[in-house]
């Protein structure tokens, strides 16, 4: 006899049967309908998009409700002895599935007989679905008289909302319900309609009830235990005794194991009727998906910096760069700290300008190269203010040009100890007290000239490099603390630190600037104060180009 034509009660070697369907959005709300599964992945659209598969998901119990249609769960005094089943993927509304069914072992009619079967989807290569299930002989017990309802289940049921932390062992739930033969029938022919097959058992025959009932576990773990944050991954049971049609019969699970490394969760399944019969008892295996996260609400958002109150020291403040960064902070209430060396009356400048206007500054002059003067610097600091909460090591020496070969170690090393040894001291005397506070913010201001070097520049180059690698270095090694290390990048800055490029130069160079201008003290202060706020609480080891949108791009 050959594969796919009707068959008797028993099964040839070789013999196989298929079936094909199109799970649209008809035959997954109808299955919500029969089965009383109503759980948000299969039936929201918004729902759905919170979860990792960002679309509505269909039933998995969808396509092996295909196999009530097949010849071996339609023989008159043969009945589902165990069944069992493992979902890959999830069958999406819209892919076109493809159920196989084969012969496994027995083949003598009134005989135990063992099938497997698989599921694939128009969306994937590799099996959705796959299983066995044992048929063999029965006694089906008579019709019960109960009421049949609009679905298989006896109440309607609410979708829980359990999370992981909420579940323990010994836990359960249950659903009552009643296979009523309509709901068999009207389910049936549907999928008949929607549907094709290799070939088709005699209306006459009954769908199996404990196909039916199995369908039922996706319903419990869906709605109840755990509900609405669950997969359905396995499952495997054993029908000790047949089901009868309008019976009053309750789906039980019992939380039996859980495992807190992958949120994994096995639950005893059993089926009782009202005598509490254990008519039916397996396993089932389910992971638990972590809830959506939400936006932040507004109340939840502010527009407040952070910064009010906190201590800010930068090194070389008296102008430029420096300067502008100094009253930015002190514009969001910060208590400035202007490190100078040689222009104190610039300094004190600054702090006048930014105390006329209510805010707190002081001026302490220090040469960074010196680590006595450093520290002398952070206690005078402290004893005004209170602990560094914000180091800006932005102090230079100057941009003077001198070709390589001209270059003398001394020339080098002087740039290495304002930019590099400076930074290094000023950060040994910072972050004792950020570690202590379990927090700090540490900016170190570079430059374009690492990534696109100006000629005749190596000796700034150097220095500007090594302040790169300090910075990546520290937020790496800090990062425990709470202590973010990040550096800002400017490209060509109007400060008098530039004024030795002639200015035909800088005119040229700023034709290639897709926005037009060189970059401003202010445009890299804004850059500085924002890397030191609350805005960037997750920012660290980071360069903030700043550069107009000129090269490099990262």
Request: proline share 7%; with cysteine; hydrophobic share 40%.
């Given at each position: 006899?050959k594969?796919?034509?009707?068959?008797?009660p028993?099964?040839?070697?070789?013999?196989?049967?298929?079936?094909?369907?199109d799970v649209?959005?008809?035959?997954?709300?109808?299955?919500?309908?029969?089965?009383?599964?109503?759980?948000?992945l299969h039936?929201?659209?918004?729902?759905?998009?919170?979860?990792?598969?960002?679309q509505?998901?269909?039933?998995?119990?969808?396509?092996?409700?295909l196999?009530?249609?097949s010849a071996?769960?339609?023989?008159k005094d043969m009945?589902?002895k165990k069944?069992?089943?493992?979902?890959?993927?999830?069958v999406?509304v819209?892919?076109?599935?493809?159920l196989?069914?084969?012969?496994?072992s027995?083949s003598?009619?009134?005989?135990?007989?063992?099938?497997?079967?698989?599921?694939?989807?128009s969306?994937?290569r590799?099996?959705?679905?796959?299983?066995?299930?044992?048929?063999?002989?029965?006694?089906v017990?008579?019709e019960?008289k109960?009421?049949p309802?609009p679905?298989l289940?006896s109440?309607p049921?609410?979708?829980?909302?359990?999370?992981?932390?909420?579940?323990a062992k010994?836990?359960s739930?249950?659903?009552?319900f009643i296979?009523a033969?309509?709901l068999?029938?009207?389910?049936g022919?549907?999928?008949?309609?929607q549907?094709?097959?290799?070939?088709l058992p005699?209306?006459?025959h009954?769908?199996?009830l404990?196909?039916?009932?199995?369908?039922?576990?996706s319903?419990?773990?869906?709605?109840?235990?755990?509900?609405?944050?669950?997969?359905?991954?396995?499952?495997?049971?054993n029908?000790?005794?047949p089901?009868?049609?309008?019976?009053?019969?309750a789906?039980?699970g019992?939380i039996?194991?859980?495992s807190p490394?992958?949120?994994i969760?096995i639950e005893?399944?059993?089926?009782?009727?009202?005598n509490?019969?254990?008519?039916m008892?397996?396993?089932?295996?389910?992971?638990?998906?972590?809830?959506?996260?939400?936006?932040?609400?507004?109340?939840?958002l502010s527009t407040?910096?952070?910064?009010?109150?906190?201590?800010v020291?930068?090194?070389?403040?008296?102008?430029?760069?420096?300067?502008?960064?100094?009253?930015?902070f002190?514009?969001?209430g910060?208590?400035?700290?202007?490190?100078?060396?040689?222009s104190?009356?610039?300094?004190?400048?600054?702090?006048?300008?930014i105390?006329s206007?209510?805010?707190q500054?002081i001026?302490?002059?220090?040469?960074?190269?010196?680590?006595?003067?450093?520290?002398?610097?952070?206690?005078q600091?402290?004893?005004?203010?209170?602990?560094?909460?914000?180091?800006?090591?932005?102090a230079v020496?100057?941009?003077?040009?001198?070709?390589?070969?001209?270059?003398?170690?001394?020339?080098?090393?002087?740039d290495?100890?304002?930019?590099?040894?400076g930074?290094?001291?000023?950060?040994?005397?910072?972050?004792?007290?950020m570690i202590?506070?379990?927090?700090?913010?540490?900016i170190?201001?570079?430059?374009?000239?690492?990534e696109?070097p100006?000629?005749?520049?190596?000796?700034?180059?150097?220095?500007?490099?090594a302040?790169?690698g300090?910075?990546?270095?520290l937020?790496?090694?800090?990062?425990?603390?709470n202590?973010?290390?990040?550096?800002?990048?400017?490209?060509?800055?109007?400060?008098?630190?530039?004024?030795?490029?002639?200015?035909?130069v800088?005119?040229?160079?700023?034709?290639?600037i897709?926005?037009?201008?060189?970059?401003?003290?202010?445009?890299?202060?804004k850059?500085?104060?924002?890397l030191?706020?609350?805005?960037?609480?997750?920012?660290t080891?980071?360069?903030?180009?700043i550069?107009?949108?000129?090269?490099?791009?990262?």
């Amino acid at each position: 006899m050959k594969a796919d034509q009707p068959l008797p009660p028993h099964f040839p070697e070789g013999w196989s049967w298929q079936a094909t369907l199109d799970v649209n959005a008809d035959i997954v709300d109808a299955f919500s309908r029969f089965s009383g599964d109503t759980n948000s992945l299969h039936r929201d659209s918004a729902a759905a998009r919170s979860y990792a598969y960002r679309q509505r998901v269909a039933h998995g119990m969808i396509p092996v409700s295909l196999l009530s249609l097949s010849a071996p769960l339609n023989i008159k005094d043969m009945t589902l002895k165990k069944i069992s089943g493992r979902f890959n993927h999830p069958v999406f509304v819209g892919d076109t599935v493809k159920l196989e069914l084969a012969l496994i072992s027995g083949s003598d009619a009134g005989q135990a007989q063992t099938f497997s079967y698989s599921v694939r989807t128009s969306s994937l290569r590799e099996a959705a679905t796959y299983g066995e299930f044992t048929i063999g002989p029965a006694v089906v017990p008579s019709e019960g008289k109960e009421a049949p309802g609009p679905s298989l289940l006896s109440s309607p049921q609410t979708e829980n909302t359990l999370e992981f932390v909420a579940i323990a062992k010994g836990m359960s739930a249950e659903i009552p319900f009643i296979i009523a033969p309509i709901l068999l029938s009207e389910w049936g022919t549907l999928l008949k309609k929607q549907g094709s097959f290799s070939a088709l058992p005699p209306d006459s025959h009954s769908p199996s009830l404990e196909l039916t009932a199995t369908l039922l576990v996706s319903t419990l773990i869906g709605m109840r235990l755990p509900g609405k944050q669950a997969t359905f991954l396995d499952f495997n049971f054993n029908f000790e005794t047949p089901l009868a049609p309008l019976t009053a019969y309750a789906l039980r699970g019992t939380i039996d194991f859980c495992s807190p490394g992958n949120q994994i969760i096995i639950e005893n399944i059993g089926i009782y009727d009202k005598n509490t019969a254990h008519l039916m008892q397996g396993k089932a295996t389910v992971k638990m998906n972590e809830p959506s996260i939400p936006a932040p609400a507004m109340k939840d958002l502010s527009t407040d910096l952070g910064l009010k109150g906190r201590t800010v020291l930068i090194t070389g403040a008296s102008r430029g760069i420096g300067a502008t960064t100094a009253r930015l902070f002190a514009c969001h209430g910060a208590r400035v700290i202007v490190n100078y060396f040689n222009s104190q009356a610039e300094a004190e400048a600054v702090v006048r300008d930014i105390t006329s206007s209510g805010a707190q500054a002081i001026a302490v002059k220090a040469d960074v190269r010196d680590p006595a003067q450093i520290k002398a610097m952070f206690e005078q600091g402290r004893r005004a203010f209170g602990e560094i909460d914000i180091l800006v090591n932005n102090a230079v020496g100057d941009f003077i040009p001198v070709p390589f070969q001209a270059l003398t170690w001394g020339r080098v090393q002087e740039d290495i100890d304002i930019i590099v040894k400076g930074a290094f001291h000023c950060c040994q005397e910072a972050i004792p007290s950020m570690i202590k506070n379990k927090q700090g913010r540490i900016i170190n201001v570079v430059s374009i000239a690492t990534e696109t070097p100006p000629p005749n520049q190596s000796k700034y180059v150097l220095a500007k490099s090594a302040l790169a690698g300090l910075t990546r270095a520290l937020a790496v090694e800090l990062a425990g603390h709470n202590i973010l290390v990040n550096m800002v990048m400017p490209g060509m800055v109007e400060t008098d630190l530039t004024r030795t490029i002639p200015q035909a130069v800088r005119d040229k160079m700023k034709n290639y600037i897709p926005l037009g201008r060189h970059t401003s003290t202010t445009d890299v202060a804004k850059a500085i104060v924002t890397l030191a706020s609350s805005l960037t609480p997750f920012t660290t080891g980071q360069k903030t180009l700043i550069t107009g949108g000129l090269p490099p791009y990262i």
